[in-house]
Every structure is written in structure tokens, then in C-alpha cells.
């Protein structure tokens, strides 16, 4: 059971919350795909720590790629009943033709 933050209705039991997001903010992810140079094997790490990289070049791992993507993360949401949710969804759409 959950509260909806639009109409303070409270749900009723095994009713399912929909959420809406509210805040999100623009990410870079820095991506490095390793190989070990013995087995091949490939890893992948998500960090742009210089120590870690040259900690994993000495226990014999090689660079095969490098790569900064953007994208983006939730910073706030909130949770919705299924009528308060689909009133918000369409209003969005509706704001968006216009």
C-alpha cells in the first residue's frame, strides 16, 4: 500500500504504484573495456580513476577501449495512483503537440 503524492489517496492492498518523474539530471559515464593479455578474458569497468587503471595495467590487463557516453539519472520521483498518472501522462502529451 502507498499514499499517491497528487491526491493523498491511500491504495488499496496489492494495487500496483506508478511513478513519475519528477527531477533528472544529464550524466557522462566513462566506459573502459579491458582484455587480460594471458586468457583473452574481458572486463569492464565504469570509472575514470586513474589509479584503478594503472593498477589493473599491472596485474596484466590491456586497454581495448575507451569510451564517455551521456545519458541521464533520476533525481526525484514520485508515486502515483493509475488515474493520477494517466491524467499527468496525457496533460504532458497534450503540452508537448502545442
Known amino acids: 500500500m502507498y499514499r499517491c503524492e497528487i491526491c493523498n489517496k491511500v491504495s488499496e492492498p496489492n ?18 573495456t579491458l582484455r587480460y593479455k594471458r586468457s583473452g578474458k574481458r572486463r569492464i569497468e565504469y570509472s575514470r580513476n586513474p589509479e584503478l587503471v594503472d593498477k589493473l595495467k599491472k596485474e596484466g590487463w590491456e586497454i ?3 569510451k564517455e ?5 533520476i533525481v526525484s520521483e514520485i508515486n502515483t495512483c ?4 494517466k491524467q499527468s501522462v496525457t496533460q504532458k502529451e497534450e503540452t508537448e503537440k502545442k
Do not use: L
Open 64 to 66: 581495448v577501449q575507451e
Open 69 to 73: 557516453t551521456k545519458g541521464w539519472e
Open 15 to 32: 494495487e500496483r504504484v506508478n511513478k513519475i518523474i519528477v527531477n533528472k539530471r544529464n550524466k557522462e559515464y566513462y566506459i573502459i
Open 82 to 85: 493509475e488515474k493520477c498518472c
